[in-house]
C-alpha cells in the first residue's frame, strides 16, 4: 500500500500536514464535505480514507454509515481537535449509540 492510496479529507483551515507527510489531503468547506466524500469512495485508488470530524455536519449519518459499509477499502473519521470541555466526540457519541447508554471517558479519572 502506498501513501496516495490513503486520503485525508479535512477542512479548508487544516494546515496541509498530511500533504506535507506525503498523503493526499483534500481540503473542502463543510457544505463540500459529502460531495467530496462520495468523490473519493468512486475512485478505485484509495484503500483508506480519513474524515475529519470537523466535517461530520455536512455529511447525512445515515449516508455516512452507508458508504462506510459498501466501500471496499476502510472509511475511518479523524477526531477533530480542540474540543469544548464535556462535549463528546465522535468516537464517544458512536460508543454511547452502540451500547445504549453515555460513557464518561477520561484518561486522568482516579476510581
Known amino acids: 500500500m502506498n501513501r ?3 486520503v485525508f479529507l479535512t477542512p479548508l483551515d487544516a494546515h496541509p500536514g498530511f ?3 506525503g498523503f ?9 464535505a459529502e460531495p467530496a466524500l462520495r468523490a473519493i469512495l468512486a475512485e478505485a485508488e484509495p484503500q483508506l480514507v480519513v474524515v475529519d470530524e470537523r466535517l461530520l455536519p455536512g455529511i447525512d449519518p445515515e ?4 458508504m462506510g459499509q459498501r466501500y471496499a477499502g476502510a472509511l475511518a473519521v479523524l477526531p477533530g481537535p480542540g474540543r469544548p470541555d464535556g462535549e ?3 468516537a ?4 454511547s ?5 453515555q ?9
Do not use: K, T
Open 19 to 21: 500533504a506535507l507527510a
Open 63 to 66: 449516508r455516512f454509515s452507508e
Open 4 to 6: 496516495g492510496s490513503f
Open 103 to 111: 460513557l464518561r471517558l477520561a484518561a486522568n479519572e482516579q476510581r
Open 97 to 101: 449509540r452502540a451500547i445504549g447508554y
Open 92 to 95: 464517544e457519541r458512536l460508543l
Open 88 to 90: 463528546p466526540d465522535y
Open 24 to 32: 493526499r489531503q483534500q481540503r473542502v468547506g463543510v457544505a463540500e
